[in-house]
């Protein structure tokens, strides 16, 4: 099964820094302006669009510098391209020319039939030409965004990522999406991960738990060697483990270590469904049970989602909602850890150990209603983060879609804050590369013309269409706000129930989420906001409002992505796409693309094959570590 999942990663890459820094985003910035290096490079294809514009500051805008480079192709290439589409319109004109005067009158029903179809290929044909005509790239200048935002500045991000069944999604690539979100080099107290399980299984809720546990080793790891990709199964997975740091020494006992915490992780991972059953027969034998077969969390309450024997109330499709906060808002200063010790022999003394917000929900199901998918889940999502977290952009991944680059989310903010047209961006489209792939990628699984070639297309007039994964968004974009009105000042809350549902915290929410310069506030989930939130989680909420139509992700239609971004295209959003820029500099250090190692698989290792300690209660870390603290 494993071989016919084919895994999805964010596929920008920026140069890895040198030299022995925490920050790889702050070395960057100093020494090696990115989009520099692009626009000196000899490239065959591209030239530079904008050299005006980027020498210096925007005419009548103070000293602010665009935050990305825009190329074109060269005109000895498109001038050539764009009369051969000349010439073929001239031959196709020419030649249903000639088929209208030699009408065959013998079979009229034949030649009209005929007739109709080609004048449809014609047509399609023209309008597949139209946005070749033009090809954009934008590429983001990281070095402009740190000297224009720095760490401070930059706004807040809640990450979405969706999931259903954590076999069809297998739930060890989930654990790896979500580690390489918390690990991801943005500032952590300003951004949120929101893991939505539209299964409601415990399953997904104590990988979570583990993924958190772990996240207290993986991501200050990532930070003091600031190692690449962070998704841990594709790191441990390249046969050598490039790092940014002097101390090989010390590098290769972490490495050693990390790795061997990461194995037993998986190998909790891949039985927590046999831990979650032995736990609960266990209780459903003793007298707790009362009677009813119930799932058990590992503190002894019942699980409020999907049960193991599925009952009513308690089965697919016909559950409560949850919500649970699994790391908490981290503190605005950052948390030197502490020295290598017996307990914890990883000197962390000079990183920073915060780890990001991680929230994990799984919004109320109920028969008789339609969910309408991932589009459902994300906008009861919108609506959650709106109260916890509230920033002003939104990031969107699958659950099988990593991020394999640590700058990934810092690009898109060089579109969304670019004082030329940010603020009409609605959202912007990463590339998608799969791994898993043949490497010679002979049946073009890697869909490279469509990334590569229609993407670049698009960006040369509105925008690229959403494509349902790895895209940030502009929330008031979503809420189904037009740009000329998106100002925080502007949004009316009069006459908006209809519109939004009744819920007065989430209209009281909207002006806020809507200010670009914000970062995300800590709240403090008590009684009035569980309450709340249970409200937004359930079915009926939407009912005889705009959700799914004007607002949200768009309901009733299998491309929901596409529709969506269509409908702010319609309101006069325009969209970019975020290109890499690897190909345009013949110095630089980037590795291998992802596509082409191809080494993801997933563990099938079996529960036993484990360390004994995998217990039902061996959650904490110490118990853990005291049982791998023999030397390798
Ligand atoms: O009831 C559901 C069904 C699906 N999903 C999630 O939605 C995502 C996409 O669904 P999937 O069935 O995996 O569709 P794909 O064809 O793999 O996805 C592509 O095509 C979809 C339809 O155009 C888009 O929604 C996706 O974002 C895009 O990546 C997955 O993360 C699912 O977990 C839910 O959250 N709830
Ligand atoms: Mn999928």
């Not at 990115?34 to 103070?62: C, F, Q």
């Not at 060697?225 to 972490?254: H, I, L, W």
């Not at 209780?283 to 049960?307: C, E, H, I, L």
């Not at 809507?514 to 569980?530: G, H, K």
């Amino acid at each position: 099964m494993a071989a016919a999942v084919t895994r999805r990663a964010n596929a920008l890459r920026v140069e890895a820094p040198d030299g022995n820094t925490e920050s790889g985003r702050a070395s960057l910035a100093a020494d090696s302006p990115v989009a520099k290096r692009a626009v000196d490079a000899k490239d065959d294809v591209w030239v530079a669009a904008d050299e005006g514009e980027a020498s210096g500051s925007i005419a009548g805008d103070g000293n602010r510098t665009p935050l990305f480079r825009t190329f074109k192709v060269k005109g000895s290439i498109l001038h050539p391209y764009r009369f051969m589409i000349l010439v073929r319109l001239v031959a196709i004109v020419a030649f249903f020319a000639w088929r209208v005067k030699h009408k065959n009158h013998d079979g009229v029903w034949l030649w009209a039939t005929s007739m109709v179809a080609d004048v449809w290929f014609g047509f399609s044909w023209l309008l597949n030409q139209l946005p070749k005509l033009n090809p954009v790239k934008r590429v983001p200048d990281l070095a402009a965004l740190a000297d224009h935002s720095g760490d401070a500045n930059l706004p807040g991000i809640d990450i979405f990522v969706t999931t259903v069944d954590p076999v069809d999604e297998p739930l060890l690539y989930t654990v790896n999406t979500i580690l390489s979100i918390l690990a991801t080099d943005y500032p952590v107290d300003k951004y949120a991960c929101y893991l939505s399980d539209d299964g409601g299984t415990l399953v997904h809720y104590e990988a979570m738990i583990e993924v958190a546990n772990f996240a207290v080793l993986w991501v200050p790891f990532c930070r003091k060697y600031c190692v690449e990709p962070r998704s841990p199964e594709n790191y441990f997975g390249m046969k050598t483990q490039p790092y940014a740091g002097s101390m090989a020494g010390e590098f290769m006992r972490d490495h050693r270590r990390v790795r061997r915490e990461y194995d037993e992780l998986k190998v909790r991972v891949d039985s927590l469904s046999t831990t979650i059953r032995q736990r609960s027969d266990a209780y459903n034998s003793s007298t707790k049970g009362d009677g009813v077969r119930a799932t058990w969390m590992a503190d002894g309450t019942q699980w409020p989602g999907t049960w193991i024997e599925q009952v009513e109330n308690h089965r697919r499709g016909q559950h409560a909602g949850i919500v649970q906060v699994i790391l908490g808002h981290p503190s605005c200063k950052p948390q030197l850890g502490s020295p290598a010790s017996s307990d914890n022999p990883l000197d962390f003394s000079n990183v920073d150990t915060r780890l990001p917000m991680l929230v994990y929900m799984s919004r109320e199901k109920r028969p008789g209603y339609n969910h309408q998918k991932k589009a459902g889940a994300m906008n009861v999502m919108l609506r959650v983060s709106a109260l916890l977290s509230n920033a002003p952009f939104v990031v969107n991944f699958d659950g099988d879609h990593y991020i394999n680059n640590s700058q990934a989310l810092c690009a898109p903010m060089c579109f969304m804050l670019d004082p030329r047209d940010g603020q009409n961006t609605a959202f912007v489209q990463f590339p998608q590369r799969f791994d898993d792939v043949d490497p010679t990628d002979r049946y073009a699984n890697h869909n490279r013309v469509f990334f590569d070639g229609t993407m670049l297309s698009l960006n040369g007039l509105q925008g690229p269409s959403y494509l349902g994964t790895g895209t940030m968004f502009r929330r008031v974009a979503l809420y189904g706000m037009e740009p000329p009105r998106y100002r925080a000042e502007n949004i009316k809350l009069a006459g908006k129930v209809n519109e939004f549902g009744s819920s007065t915290s989430f209209i009281n929410s909207m002006p806020d989420g809507a200010i670009q310069e914000r970062s995300i506030t800590p709240v403090l989930v008590d009684e009035a906001l569980s309450n709340d939130l249970a409200t937004l989680m359930t079915c009926a909420y939407e009912d005889g409002s705009s959700w799914g139509r004007d607002v949200g992700w768009v309901y009733n239609i299998a491309t929901e992505d596409v529709v969506t971004g269509f409908r702010m295209h319609r309101q006069g959003w325009r969209s970019m796409y975020c290109s890499t820029h690897c190909s345009a500099s013949p110095t630089s250090t980037c590795r291998p693309t992802r596509s082409s190692r191809c080494s993801f698989w997933p563990t099938t290792s079996s529960p036993s094959s484990g360390s004994s300690q995998s217990s039902s209660t061996s959650r904490g870390r110490s118990a853990r570590t005291s049982c791998t603290s023999s030397p390798s």
